[in-house]
């Protein structure tokens, strides 16, 4: 039988792959706000299409990722866990 510290320790876990889609967003936002060019001028970011797309397809990746850790969220409340 499983224990429930191990368990937890699977519950808590972040997937591989969440992993690497949020590094991929950081990665779009640091090229949207400019940080990924070390540029004497810097100027401010303009809204463009190309960014509104970008910034459209980080949120989608956030919704899913809330999506698949949804159901431990609402166990966790059940159970007593108190969140701070």
């Known amino acids: 039988m499983e224990t429930r510290h191990r368990k937890e320790s699977k519950i808590n876990h972040i ?3 969440h992993i690497e889609t ?4 950081v990665q779009k936002l640091e090229s949207i706000a400019g940080l990924e060019k070390e540029e004497e001028l810097k100027t401010e970011p303009l809204i463009t299409e190309e960014s509104v797309e970008i910034l459209e397809s980080i949120v989608l990746d956030l919704i ?3 999506d698949s850790h949804q ?3 609402v ?3 059940k159970q007593g866990y108190v969140f701070d």
């Open 22 to 25: 949020i590094r991929l967003m």
């Open 71 to 73: 159901k431990y969220l």
């Open 75 to 77: 166990r966790w409340l």
């Open 15 to 17: 997937s591989d792959d």
């Open 64 to 66: 899913g990722m809330k």
